[in-house]
């Protein structure tokens, strides 16, 4: 029997994952993400899967980010027709984002064809696929539970396991028999963090893994606890209370916080995290506005996932029969009409809105609306990449462009390190020692850039794991 292990996506990078195991000739897909960077180099190197869809065996989904769930409906439109294991949880969180993905597409053709019309330019462009490929795509997902072990080829065994990034997340461990004995393949996906709200921490397969394939987003970065996250923003959210007492003697009323969040997980852990905050009288209770389509979406796949929480948001909230994503003066608001009516709401509130880099959507709206204004603040949660407007508001810059208009930033900037859904180096080393790896051969390192899976790479040999290769385009690694 021969087995081999290589990368068609997130080697040495940390977008586009799609990873292959070969074994006996028949091909696993470990996740079919897509790769999120420049339109054109995006364009280019999602249009190329680099594999025939139509010899694939079975494709196993760890979860549902677009990187990792967003070139499905690519490969069952060209020709793939088994099945692709996932979570009850990621089959429907990847839904609504292949479907979401398959909007903008569309939208993006309308709007580029009429573009180039107005130039006089030749259009040729067309999505990657529809929404009927991301229908055909979610109906071929078959969900499996964690921990129920299920055979997806006659000799390979598939099981899940806690990974403690987002709702529904998953490591996937490869039990292949060979000859007389067992190959055991841990794929750990995006491997997430201790103490998240939310769900449960990364678990540790009792069963021992022969080989590793790990992610090193963070390979040289520590974060902070996500025990932090709570108490920050318990103490920006009184302040605003408190500015708003100050403010109530001399008739004013307008204080407020605008959290740009991801749709999906940051959202409701911000949601999560103010009604433990308020049912606890650590806070009064505040308008607290979900502004953005997709988060609410996203919430009611959170409110039917109950197996996927953890033990503290069971005690606090469901053997009480409350919802724990929704709250007296919570509001979920749907309608362009009931955002801009948040402009003229009269108490102080939160506005919880996306884009999370600020780069789109009705958060871009609110931050037009606020940003000049000093009784707002503006509290970053999440990670602002590089010449995003959402970068340079967290670095402080005294003016910035919003929709080609100029604006000056008097809001208050605020920032949450806290909520990163990535182990850091140390945690992931951590969590390592805490698998059986008495028959570990070698750990393979995806998902990450060169810098930080070099550090990463030397600290795991100073800490007992010498074999570590850290995977490269184009190379083939026998197992
Ligand atoms: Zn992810």
């Known amino acids: 029997m021969s087995m081999a292990f290589y990368s068609l996506g997130a080697a040495e990078e940390v977008t586009g994952s799609k990873h292959v195991l070969d074994i006996d000739g028949k091909s696993f897909l470990i996740d079919c993400g897509a790769f999120q960077g420049s339109r054109a180099e995006a364009d280019r190197k999602n249009r190329n899967l680099g594999i025939a869809a139509d010899k694939i065996e079975a494709v196993v989904l760890t979860h ?90 006659d000799n390979v065994k598939l099981e899940f396991y806690d990974a403690g990034h987002i709702l529904g997340s998953a490591m996937a461990m490869f039990t292949v ?12 996906g995006d491997l997430g963090r201790k103490n998240k709200p939310i769900i449960r921490d990364p678990d540790s397969p009792k069963l021992a893994p022969d080989y590793i394939i790990l992610e090193s987003t963070y390979g040289d970065r520590r974060h902070e606890s996500p025990d932090n996250a709570m108490d920050k923003l318990a103490e920006i959210a009184k302040r605003m209370m408190k500015n708003n007492m100050v403010k109530n003697n001399k008739q004013e009323n307008k204080s407020r916080i605008i959290i740009p969040a991801f749709a999906i997980e940051r959202t409701q852990e911000l949601v999560y995290y103010f009604h433990l905050l308020v049912d606890q009288g650590i806070i009064p209770e505040i308008p607290i506005f979900v502004d953005s389509p997709m988060a609410t979406n996203a919430t009611t796949i959170f409110q039917v996932h109950p197996e996927c929480y953890d033990k503290e948001i ?20 749907t309608s362009v009409d009931e955002s ?61 462009k919003i929709h080609g208009q100029k604006f000056n930033v008097r809001a208050h900037v ?41 550090a990463f790479k030397k600290y795991l040999a100073d800490n007992g794991f010498p074999n570590t290769q850290i995977v490269r385009y184009g190379e083939t690694y026998p197992l």
């Open 177 to 188: 028999k060979k000859d007389d004995e067992e190959i055991r393949i841990l794929a750990t």
């Open 414 to 454: 605020e920032e949450i390190n806290a909520f990163s859904a990535h182990t850091d180096y140390a945690e992931a080393t951590d969590w390592l020692k805490t698998l059986d790896t008495s028959r570990l051969k070698k750990i393979f390192l995806v998902h990450g850039e060169p810098k930080p899976q070099a």
């Open 340 to 400: 801009k009516a948040l402009n003229d709401f009269k108490e102080p509130h939160v506005i919880i809105s996306a884009d999370g880099m600020c780069e789109a959507g009705r958060v871009q709206h609110h931050l037009i609306h606020s940003i000049e204004d000093p009784d707002t603040t503006i509290l970053i949660v999440g990670y602002m990449a590089e010449n995003t407007l959402g970068r340079r508001i967290r670095n402080r810059e005294s003016e910035v």
């Open 64 to 153: 549902g980010h677009l990187d990792h769930c967003g070139l499905l409906p690519l490969l069952v439109k060209e020709g793939y027709q088994g099945n692709i294991f996932s979570t009850p949880a990621s089959r429907d969180i990847a839904s609504l984002i292949m479907m979401d993905s398959a909007n903008i597409q569309a939208r993006d053709a309308i709007y580029l064809r009429k573009q180039a019309q107005r130039k006089g330019e030749k259009f040729d462009w067309t999505p990657l696929f529809n929404e009927q490929d991301a229908i055909q795509a979610s109906s071929q997902m078959v969900g499996i539970s964690y921990n129920r072990p299920m055979y997806i080829s």
């Open 314 to 333: 069971k005690d606090a909230f469901i053997k009480h029969h409350k919802n724990p994503f929704g709250f007296n003066k919570l509001r979920f608001t």
